[in-house]
């Protein structure tokens, strides 16, 4: 039976509510309960106590640089002053040469407080941080996500991924596909080549660095072909990996690439 004058659903609805869980609903709830009273919830970037498993203390969040207007239009590299910005402004590194991808965006400025959450995360096995970097994702590139027919996550060469035993930006991308329901494909693209860090290196030097050196496999070219993908990656710094990517993904025939990471290391011409 439906609910009755008083909006409360009988005894002999099989339907959910808030006065009469489904039995599965109690067990997530006792389950979280005995995980918290084992390991009381920590702050995921400081460890101190927080109210729930994986979220920000106060301070913490606070710290916390969230990427905000103004920024570049294509790049979504942070201005520093409102002045710098615009309705069509580009970043030096844009007006000196457009990238191939259409656009993209960040979540974070890769600063002290970002790298407390990037760096766990890339190189210290803390995949539990993937499920609260996923919707600062997805609030940065809401409207990338909207256009987007497929995601696909930066590639790791072997021999890396076999030190570091996980992608982290495979990991990034599956985050935010199960967030908002877009099809993932992990392997769409392939390092044909180890390059070297790019850490130090200028923009130019990054760029020929990894000329080259990723490709579609054959076997996924069809499902990037005629599709407007998102390319997921943890930090961009002068763009020059995704645009390779890009290049790549428009080689065999993707209407569009845009990029979305979680961390943006800022120009310092725009300091």
Known sequence: MKSNATGRWSLASPVKTAANPAPADWLRRFGRAAVDFL??????????????????CPGCFGRTGFISAPMCVRC?????????????????????????????????????QGRRLILPFKHGDRLDLAPILAPMLVR???????????????????????????????VLAFAVGRLVRKPVLPDALQRTRRTAPLDDKMPEERAREVAGSLRVRP???????????????????SGATANAC????????????DVLVAARVPDPRLN
């Open 76 to 112: 979504g590299v942070p201005f520093a002053a409102a002045e710098q910005g615009g309705d069509a402004a580009l970043c030096p590194g844009c007006r000196q040469r457009l990238p191939l991808f259409r656009q993209a965006r960040a979540a974070l400025r890769y600063d002290q």
């Open 140 to 170: 940065a590139g809401q409207h990338l996500l909207e256009r987007a027919d497929v995601i696909v996550p930066v590639p790791l060469h072997r021999r890396r991924l076999f030190h570091r035993k996980y992608n982290q930006a495979a």
């Open 246 to 257: 890009t290049e790549a993904l428009l080689a065999v025939g993707a209407t569009a690439v």
């Open 39 to 56: 390991v009381p919830p920590r702050c995921a970037a400081c460890d101190e106590p927080v109210a729930v498993q994986g979220e920000l």
């Open 219 to 237: 076997n996924r070219a069809a499902g990037v072909s005629h599709r407007t993908v998102l390319l997921i990656d943890d930090v961009m710094t």
